[in-house]
């Protein structure tokens, strides 16, 4: 089973490839992101959320570290796109090799 570490690190990977395909593969069904209060329940929200403000927007994400934790891990992140640009600390719960959230 992959690791904390890794699945975040298929997060960058997806973002900076323009993948939406392998980045849906990482979220539970029933995964919940929240982006500065804005809360999106299930992975097609997710998506949407992704289309908008993430992949939609060419992100990349440059990663300062990764710091795994018991659930999870937190990315510190650099991140240039035509929406957000900045450093970002992002919280992510996974469980049974799955993001089950994400916390920007």
Excluded: Y
Excluded at 81 to 87: L, T, V
């Amino acid at each position: 089973m992959p690791t904390a570490t890794d699945i975040v690190q298929g997060w960058v990977d997806a973002t900076n490839n323009s993948d939406p395909q392998a980045l849906r593969a990482l979220f539970a069904p029933d995964a919940v992101l929240v982006d500065t209060g804005r809360r999106f329940h299930g992975v097609d929200a997710i998506m949407r959320w992704s289309d908008s403000d993430l992949i939609g927007v060419n992100a990349r994400i440059q990663v300062d570290r990764i710091d795994p934790k018991s659930d999870g891990a937190t990315l510190h992140s650099t991140v240039h796109s035509n929406g957000f640009n900045g450093h970002a600390k992002i919280g992510f719960k996974i469980s049974d090799g799955l993001i089950q959230n994400v916390h920007i």
